[in-house]
């Protein structure tokens, strides 16, 4: 008698005992509640597309842009303060018009966008990474550490944080040589937003740190011998995490309105490196004289970019949230 060759079960997945394809694992994301929630949520939809567009035309401005306004070799001052294509006396080159030196505003705020949400970007990682740390030793070990650095964070918050950014960018540039101001304006920039937005992370983790170390898991992996630092990072942190990315993602548009306005009020990027807000401060100017088209467009993209990220922000703050599925 011969023995039987038992035969591989097969799933939709491939064999038996096998991790599923990627067919298997996009098909379980696509019926996950988020996703669900994302399909069925019209507005939410057009704002993730919007700021798709608009992460996708300031990454691929260089290629992208119909002009170069930073290369002088292609501008004209005889092309300046033209109008929008669809007003009298426009050039089919420059959809939006052109600014005081002949530089088209599509192009423009295609570049000053890359800034906007490079600066935005990087100072919403310096204060979650700095939130987070904080946040969990503090929670975490508790007694005087944590009244130290929570009373640090409640003074800090007890100053607006625009003021405090100014501050802490007037300190910073005080310290550094005439010469290396403009070139490091951009890191004292994001440095000056991510630090005077961190206590709001810290505050938010150790709320959940202070829950999450009484219960079981924690106490069992003390008894296993996992040291503070693990149990904070590989433990207590993914339990905490929800509410984090919810803030950070609205703090992309604080982050982003807060290096407008410092650059607006002439505390931001340098005018080679132009951004959302020195576009807007360049042609506050021209409002009141005819030239409408210089501010609004930056002014509007601004906007469209804050409510944009602010939509996202309040779905997914709804989407993590397990009470009001």
């Not at 295609?110 to 969990?136: D, E, F, H, N, Q």
């Not at 937005?197 to 079981?216: S, Y």
């Not at 501010?295 to 602010?310: D, G, K, Y």
């Amino acid at each position: 008698m011969t023995a039987k060759t038992r035969q591989p079960v097969l799933t939709a997945a491939g064999p038996a005992g096998d991790a599923p394809g990627w067919q298997a694992r996009l098909a379980r994301l696509y019926d996950s509640d988020i996703c669900y929630s994302f399909r069925h949520a019209p507005l939410v939809v057009a704002a993730a597309l919007l700021f798709l567009l608009m992460i996708f035309a300031a990454v691929f401005a260089p290629w992208l842009a119909p002009t170069n306004p930073y290369d002088l070799k292609t501008l004209n001052l005889l092309d300046s303060l033209l109008p929008p294509i669809w007003v009298e006396g426009s050039d089919p080159r420059f959809l939006l018009g052109t600014d005081s030196q002949g530089g088209g505003i599509l192009s423009l705020i295609m570049y000053g966008a890359r800034v906007s949400l490079t600066v935005g970007a990087l100072a919403v990682s310096v204060s979650v990474s700095l939130g987070i740390t904080l946040g969990l030793v503090s929670g975490y070990i508790g007694g005087k550490i944590d009244a130290v650095i929570m009373r640090i964070a409640d003074i800090q918050l007890t100053f607006p944080s625009l003021l405090m950014a100014l501050l802490i960018g007037g300190i910073t540039g005080s310290v550094l040589p005439d010469r290396l101001q403009a070139q490091f304006a951009i890191p004292v920039v994001i440095l000056a937003l991510g630090v005077s937005h961190w206590p709001h992370f810290a505050r938010l983790v150790r709320g959940g740190t202070i829950v999450e170390k009484e219960k079981d898991y924690i106490a069992a992996a003390r008894l296993i011998g996992r040291s503070p630092f693990a149990i904070m990072f590989r433990q207590v942190l993914p339990n905490v995490l929800n509410p984090v990315l919810v803030l950070a993602t609205l703090d992309v548009a604080f982050a982003v309105m807060g290096e407008a306005t410092l650059s607006f009020l002439g505390f931001g990027v340098p005018p080679t490196q132009p951004s959302l807000g020195t576009l807007i401060r360049n042609g506050y100017a021209f409002l009141f004289s005819g030239e409408w088209w210089i501010v609004i467009f930056p002014s509007l993209t601004l906007v469209i970019l804050v409510v944009a990220v602010n939509i996202i922000g309040d779905w997914l703050r709804d989407a993590l949230n397990p009470k009001l599925r």
